[in-house]
């Protein structure tokens, strides 16, 4: 399985860092249908100050990395956000442990501690209309694609695209469900009928590093 290199994993978090800062607005009005509108303000902000440090960071295992952009976001990221984000990547670096060459299975254990950390923390599980629900069944993607075999589980690029499918099919099915975690589910049979804020985040964020993975440096 073809390797990568700690510039790609920083390649990867630097994306969602611009995602996350570019999208404020969007993500902003889709929470406001149902929620208190602030998701992308509070998630700009957190990630502005990572783009702003970002040379500062440790970088002497990809897992230093992330827990030095965890720390950044647990700090300054508002509201439920930092805390759930902020757990994802530490959990996310735990998985790693001290190896430097990731493969795609790296990836998928990384993703899968994250999901956990968030169930966790947000007392939340697939199903609830949040962002488990796109990240969940992206991570599904992803592993299959992965353990597939094939010229496809070999290139990120590949991978990457398996992954970002996955979420936006997932995101947009929360549509249809109804929130039964965070501020939407105080709304009950109101939240049907908008997708998940979260879940539409992480199905832009993996639309975006597949879009830009051909030309990353």
């Known amino acids: 399985m073809q390797k990568t290199t700690d510039q790609d994993l920083e ?5 969602i860092a611009g995602t996350a800062v570019a999208n404020e607005r969007e993500f902003c009005d889709l929470d406001a249908v149902v929620g208190d509108g602030d998701f992308g303000y509070s998630l700009a902000r957190g990630f502005e100050i990572v783009l702003a440090d970002w040379e500062t960071f440790d970088r002497a295992t990809p897992a230093a990395f992330l827990k030095k952009v965890a720390l950044v976001i647990s700090l300054r990221v508002g509201g439920t956000s930092g805390p759930l984000w902020g757990t994802a990547f530490l959990r996310a ?3 790693l442990g001290g190896r430097t060459d990731l493969t795609g299975r790296d990836a998928v254990a990384m993703l899968r501690a994250a999901a956990e950390g968030i169930k966790t923390r947000g007392r939340s599980d697939l199903g609830d209309k949040t962002l488990l629900d796109a990240l969940i069944p992206m991570t599904d993607a992803l592993e299959q694609a992965v353990d597939a075999g094939g010229p496809r589980s ?3 690029a590949a991978l990457a695209r398996a992954a970002a499918s996955a979420a936006r099919t997932a995101a947009d099915a929360t549509t249809s469900m109804q929130a039964l975690r965070g501020r939407p589910s ?5 939240s049907i009928g908008s997708p998940d804020a979260g879940a539409v985040a992480v199905a ?10 051909p030309a990353r440096p």
């Open 11 to 15: 390649f990867v978090v630097h994306t």
């Open 93 to 95: 670096a735990a998985a």
């Open 154 to 156: 070999a290139d990120p």
């Open 186 to 190: 105080y709304t009950g049979e109101r």
């Open 204 to 213: 832009v964020m993996a639309e975006r590093v597949a879009d830009t993975w």
